[in-house]
């Protein structure tokens, strides 16, 4: 990591503090400047080919301020978390991150990043390096197997100023099939002035349109409901807006029905025939909260593995239980989902005891 972001701090950063502005004040990201596009012009897929031999065909891309939208799968532009990006080997790349200093669903929690940003970050330079770089066409289906985080707390502290954020990303178990990515695992590491704020990994699938058409059959065309059960209160999830609350209460405590509001575009950012990945993500964290009680709880860990599709239009049950897993000092907790009799996902959180 190094080396990496020696380039950056030597090349590209001096550069873009001379630019004048920030998100805020400019309405966007801050440009990082081209320098990180000079071993040539980048290629963007073509939305409309679904055929792998002809993904690179494309417009190039002008020099920008943030990454597309349509690459990380964000149409809001306050969303967009990452700014530019640099290919530092065969399958290693550098990317300069831009959270963003407030955000209506990624807001601080206990004075620190929120975990949900961490996770919303990995997702999304997962998926700019698959489309920008392994030519995987804007119209295939990502499935996400998994998605882990590990925070460093003392770290993680929310700042408007400081040394700027940079993501390290290696992917590995490259699969393809023919000339097109199939799945890869992608290992991340966010740095600030060198120190590491937090480590992720994560495995994704792409899929082509006809391929997912087959897979979800008569689901194609499944739709959330507008009709919402009621949400537990917000705080005791950490939330200050009824619309991010994921879980509605039962008579038991430590359980849940999933609950997501088609409307909230932090959570729904396109339309979609399944409930999002990262729904099912925020539940996690949510369950977690909603267990731990008072107390403060700011999660530093998380392991989550996807096991099918969440539905939409059957009960979708959120369970919360303690695990001895955790060292001295944390609190630790399986979370998991099942519908239908079968599992949706299983967790493993952890986090430390803060001041509330």
């Known amino acids: 990591m190094g080396d990496c972001e020696s380039y950056l701090e030597a090349r590209i950063f001096p550069l873009a503090r001379s630019v004048t502005g920030s998100r805020s004040a400019m309405g966007g990201n801050m440009s990082i400047s081209t320098a990180m596009h000079q071993e040539g012009p980048r290629v963007l897929p073509d939305p409309t080919t679904t ?48 959270w963003p200093d407030s955000h209506p669903f990624h807001s601080p929690l206990h004075g620190r990043h929120a975990p949900s940003l961490i996770a919303e970050t990995i997702r999304q330079a997962g998926r700019l390096v698959a489309h920008a770089e392994f030519a ?53 590491v966010i740095t600030r002035g060198g120190q590491v704020v937090a480590t992720g990994y994560g495995t994704l699938t792409s899929t082509s349109p006809a391929t997912y058409r087959r897979l979800r059959g008569d689901r194609l065309t ?19 807006d009824p619309a991010d609350v994921v ?34 993500l925020e539940a996690v964290h949510q369950a977690a909260q909603a267990a731990v009680g008072p107390a403060g709880f700011y999660p530093a860990s998380m392991r989550l593995c996807f096991d099918r599709y969440a539905e939409f239009g059957a009960p979708c049950v959120i369970e919360a239980c303690p695990a001895a897993d955790g060292e001295p000092g944390t609190v630790c907790l399986r979370v998991s989902a099942r519908q239908g009799g079968q599992s949706v996902f299983s967790a493993l959180i952890t986090g430390i005891a803060v001041s509330a």
């Open 51 to 98: 055929a792998c031999e002809n993904s690179e065909v494309g417009a190039t891309v002008p020099p920008r301020r943030a990454a597309p939208g349509q690459l990380l799968h964000r149409s809001r532009p306050s969303d967009v978390l990452i700014s530019d990006w640099v290919r530092t080997d065969t399958d290693r790349f550098t990317l300069a991150l831009d």
């Open 222 to 240: 499944a739709l959330p409901s507008v009709r919402l059960p009621a949400p537990v209160p917000p705080a005791t999830v950490r939330r200050a």
């Open 247 to 280: 879980l509605s209460p039962t008579r038991e405590p430590l359980r849940w029905v999933l609950r997501a509001d088609p409307a909230n575009p932090a959570l729904f950012a396109r339309p979609n025939d399944h409930v999002p990945g990262m729904v099912l």
């Open 136 to 188: 995987v066409p804007l119209d295939h289906h990502f499935l996400m197997r998994d998605l882990n985080y590990t925070i460093e707390p003392d770290r993680a502290h929310a700042a408007a100023d400081g040394p700027p954020l940079l993501l390290d990303l290696t992917c590995s178990d490259i699969r393809r099939r023919g000339a097109c990515l199939a799945r890869m695992t992608c290992h991340m």
